[in-house]
């Protein structure tokens, strides 16, 4: 990445960090939503890296991105901009108000991820743990590993559940070793 990239990812992190401190309160739990994260940021740099394995890991020509929990629609804008098909799942009325204002021409849709019930129909999946229990986290994460299509692909960042390992389901596309991974479910897998 050259360093004009980085200046503006920095730029961008910090946006997001007063946004999310100014309005959410910073990282905590939402008010009548204990099992949720009110708010988490996942740096620009590493949404980048991982988006561009996405990019590189689907064959779809403009591939239908679901961004779970997409608060201020940072991410849904990033990746509206590197060619992905956009749409933004946020529980938070205040947040698709201040999402749509700040991106437009990003589609975000007020529902909840504890219901959601679409993840097939999207090539990629992308999430930043929005759940604050590991057991509501995991149990959504089989979710979307079990509806995503085959050769569907799953951008995580907390991933709580490593059950995918053993299945032989997917495969590893990429991962920091730590907190982020790539995943994209085989094709014949259904």
Not at 33 to 39: A, I, K, M, N
Not at 51 to 67: D, F, N, Q
Not at 120 to 145: K, L, M, S, T
Not at 146 to 167: C, E, F, M, N, Y
Request: aromatic content about 10%; hydrophobic content about 45%.
């Amino acid at each position: 990445m050259n360093h004009d990239a980085e200046i503006l990812a920095t730029q961008i992190d910090g946006i997001a960090h007063s946004l999310g401190t100014w309005i959410a309160g910073g990282i905590g739990h939402l008010k009548n939503r204990p099992e949720s994260w009110g708010f988490a940021g996942n740096p620009t740099l590493q949404t980048l890296t991982m988006l561009h394995v996405a990019l590189e890991g689907t064959s779809a020509k403009s591939p239908a991105l679901l961004e779970c929990g997409s608060g201020f629609g940072f991410v849904a804008a990033l990746a509206r901009e590197l060619g992905f098909s956009v749409t933004g799942i946020e529980v938070v009325p205040e947040y698709i108000e201040l999402s749509r204002r700040l991106f437009p021409a990003v589609r975000i849709v007020e529902d909840d991820l504890l219901t959601w019930d679409h993840f097939g129909d999207f090539d990629v999946v992308y999430y930043n743990g929005p759940f604050a229990h590991d057991q509501i986290q995991a149990n959504f994460e089989r979710r979307i590993e079990t509806r995503l299509r085959p050769g569907g692909i799953i951008l995580a960042v907390r991933k709580v559940d490593h059950t995918w390992q053993a299945s032989g389901a997917f495969d590893l596309l990429w991962t920091d070793g730590a907190l982020r991974w790539v995943l994209r479910k085989h094709p014949a897998v259904a």
